[in-house]
């Protein structure tokens, strides 16, 4: 160390590299989140998929992902292969690698949330696989790759990614929802809409958590640099009104839920608090920490009327992951061009506009692919039953719930299978 | 970045941004925890104070508490609004406010442990505001905020807040819990103490252990600089020594269960790390690692000890918070006058009761107005179903515990209510 | 800070303590990983070992184990007492014993879970002060301590602890499976090996993601500097290729498991990301990032057929330890003297040998004394029983599992002991 300029060189270069395993620790979070939020039968299938979906997503964002969003290339996708566009400049490159790789799953953990409960495995990993190799980083390209499109959305700002990671997330979650169904149960033939209620709030509430601690390394990350007062200080605002505005959606989830509902809801507190989340990520920024609260509880709001809004149109969802991710992706990037006098809204609306276009088709035409070819939707028997002891072979809590069916394994003849709560619903409704 | 002072406030800057979300994650220690430590139909409940104080100390904090703490004002109370007060001098002031802001709802997380199972949600919630707003940074504007109570406490040390976080922490628990009294079925008429089991050990486990972790922000971050070899050398043994009286205090209490109850009493094991980090943390930066850790097994002995005297007193504490962090408070806090040369035991006995007279005297009166407007205790039949059916209308876990009371759904007639353990005690001994 | 070298002191120092606490929260991975692959009865057992035997890890190593490990004395072990050795140098001595410290407790952690539900807590509690005081800081010694035994184990590499920390954990693991015995009911007269479900796949999930966070730290913070550019980027890649081999060694057991079983094993994709961690561990600077895929993804394929294999020698294992830690703590030290041209394989067989030789005799022989004397093994009867009623009085989960025997306490009369799945098993195959 011999110059302020290594000093900085250091300085980003670790900045990145703590940041990046703050997001690494938000694939934990989604994990517990979306494991809390559905029933016993489904949980070892929705651990599994978290965890090798964040494996899947690294292995193909390094493999070609990472070139096609940072690669020179042309104005729609970046060329290069084994991340070979990593270069050190400012800050060692594979800790920028590291940084970006992280994201990556993110974006493909909101989409199991969504369909969580009713999709097959493989399908699921291949969806997770085109996303990640090629949907995610191809709009990546044009907005954090720096081609706007060929100056189709010049102007559009995303500080940490509401649009590009989140609402990417969240159309790609939607396009699977819509042709997944729902689950079965969930919506009768007489208009009613049956609560399925999560399984372990406890583990929904420390996966909220951890996200809200990882978002610290995901928004803080996101000014790509520390070293110098400038830097700190931007880091220093984007932490607070980070923290600010989930604490205002969580706030304003808590006081909504009362007085419409007569009952504060845990489930619509979590999700306001991460709606706050992902509403300031596309500007920690610029805003003061009053407006931060204020940007992070008309997130809190939109989750409140967002999760009724899509049971209405029969859009299953069992984690919000709708709600949150894509509702508060566009709000939050809307707001920066509504606060911020540097951002023109305009340019906000035509970057959501293109964005939203491209990935929701897109993975329209996948997901369609994949229902077509080798299905996505597992058996109505295996939906009653639970994928975990068919598809998975593990029970998440075999000694806790033996009011659910058993595992197919040498005891299956002599546990007696009985309805569980849901499964009643589940048989009588439909 | 072109100075050695750039580099300073860059370093000291990121520390308390790193520290502060160590800090922000205890509110996820806190919350499993206590969640770990009730029973099933209290969980939710339990859960949704843990996030939803948080959210409010914050706020509170944001908008008269920082400067009430650290404005200029009197040596009673400092002045200010929208935590004006938050100036950028030799580290970012936006980081000062969040490392600061993350302390309150440390303060807040241990009234809830003390309450729980028994208090109403919206009077809760009414002395966090207090609480956070006014309470907490009055007497933080006399030490932290550098006043010493014009003069009146003049040379009282508190390192991390033993005293001024955790102790005043105890003294608002203990005034709550006066006022609501035990839970039913916790202390028989015949003087018999019903131990009353939490439901979830692991939960409680990984709580310590994100509360341990933690530790080392809300300790290390309390160095309030990173920029010279002397903070850094400082840091070092203050992280050593937080560490060691973790140590200390659970194997303490590892000892002592197998002596007194010939079985170690994992509870115990827990509160006896928590102890010792209390213990420590008006003080981890002057002593061995060797006085360390006696300083946190004198912490795991009187934890021991207690517990079961709260219980003698018919005090109920569900987590055992007034333990750990009153009673630990205290000690820590007399231990740096008793083994630091630099400090006077008279100046902290003195810091120690002008505290304690005033937070417990102020919470006692925020309490009973609580008590006689809006009653702070839920209703008898309420404690008996536990408020998660009723107050909040979800099951923390719906699949796991057939035996409790239902849900307040269309499932509520059909579902046969059968006394758990510890509600047929709750029936039998009252 | 005055000079680059203050700057190089403080990052150095600052870099150990962060990662040092990240191999801390490791401990709670391991807490947790090891409660959720072992059955409700024998939780609390497990919880209170993890936690203890951290704490008692790190005073063995305070008072003794770091001057063995650091101290001068001969080429066989170094000499001192309460850690003396620690000297400040181009960092805090202080931050380098903390980051030494918590490196013991990974080593014992690794023990726990191989001889759960089975283990006396005092003869494992007294087990884990030998390993920790003696037997890892002596090997320790040999490599990192710099005195390559005399020049017997010359030119031996092992960046961060394949086999220094995680195969000596294994081989002290081995010993006392071996002495121990399977657990009742696991293996049938009629050579039937029946599978033990863990309790509560949640939580091994989260232990997982807790550990490869935790990695992070153990390997990045094994560069042992941050001041310099060269560091910086020496840490970029470790850090990189530590998460990309996790990624590896989960997606080839999800494949694998897949073609071997007909589904997807989630315990088997925690055990293969764990594996590809543990295989990179002893190079994870020099290789591309594809080798380190090809190097985890080969320690998952260790895995799945390392599970079954001890399985067929009888040798025990709930949590899968022997597998992940020993065998890839093995294959992880070879892959170096394979891949990195500046290392030779005869070097690294020659340390995992002499190595493997002393840690493996040595705790034979403590364990055997352990045996003899006092007893390493509980009755058959605690074992059908669980430890966790009669021997720590506290159930894991009270409310969730009355399937299971009761407490010992005043309730016992009047709860039907039931047997469980898995007790069935017990009773009918042995």
């Not at 290069?80 to 940084?99: K, Y």
Request: with cysteine; aromatic share 12%; proline share 3%.
């Amino acid at each position: 160390m011999e110059s302020f300029a290594d000093v900085k060189y250091v300085l980003d270069t670790i900045w990145l590299l703590i940041s990046g395993s703050l997001v690494m620790w938000m694939a934990a979070g989604f994990a517990m989140l979306e494991a809390g939020l559905v029933r016993t039968k489904n949980t070892t299938a929705i651990l599994t998929k978290n965890i090798t979906l964040y494996a899947l997503a690294c292995v193909a964002f390094y493999v070609v992902g990472y070139d096609f969003m940072y690669g020179s290339g042309n104005s729609f996708i970046g060329s290069g292969f084994l991340t070979s566009s990593a270069a050190d400049g400012d800050h060692s490159g594979l800790s920028d690698f590291f940084f970006q790789v992280v994201f990556v799953a993110t974006a493909a953990s909101i989409v199991s949330g969504t369909v969580a409960e009713r999709i097959k495995f493989w399908p699921f990993m291949a969806f997770v696989l085109v996303l990640s190799a090629v949907i995610y980083p191809i709009q990546g390209h044009w907005t954090w790759g720096g081609t706007a499109l060929g100056g189709w959305i010049d102007g559009f700002s995303d500080f940490a990614g509401s649009t590009i990671v989140h609402s990417v997330g969240g159309w790609a979650a939607l396009a699977g929802a819509l042709l997944l169904g729902a689950r079965k149960g969930k919506y009768s033939k007489d208009g009613k809409i049956n609560p399925i209620p999560g399984a372990n709030l406890p583990l929904a509430t420390i996966g909220t958590f951890i996200l809200w601690l990882g978002w610290f390394g995901f928004n803080g990350g996101s000014q790509l640099a520390l070293g110098s007062k400038a830097d700190a200080n931007a880091i220093s605002s984007v932490i607070a009104n980070t923290n600010m505005a989930a604490c205002g959606g969580a706030l304003i989830a808590m006081i909504l839920t009362q007085l419409l509902y007569k009952k504060v809801d845990l489930t619509m507190v979590l999700n306001g608090a991460l709606a706050g989340l992902v509403a300031i990520t596309a500007g920690p920024d610029y805003p003061s920490m009053g407006l931060a609260i204020v940007i992070g509880a008309i997130g809190g709001v939109l989750v409140v009327f967002a999760v009724p809004f899509f049971d209405k149109l029969k859009i299953d969802d069992p984690v919000g992951a709708l709600s949150v991710h894509l509702v508060n992706g566009i709000w939050g990037t809307l707001a920066v061009g509504i606060f911020n006098p540097d951002v023109s809204l305009l340019a906000q609306i035509k970057g959501i506009a293109v964005i939203g276009v491209f990935v929701f088709t897109s993975s329209l035409i996948v997901w369609a692919i994949l229902k077509i070819t080798f299905g996505i939707r597992i058996s109505e028997e295996l939906e009653y039953e639970g994928v975990d002891t068919h598809e998975f072979g593990l029970r998440a809590y075999p000694e806790f719930t033996d009011s659910m069916s058993t595992t197919t394994g040498s005891l299956g003849s002599t546990v007696t299978r009985r309805a569980g709560q849901v499964d009643a619903k589940f048989v009588t409704n439909n």
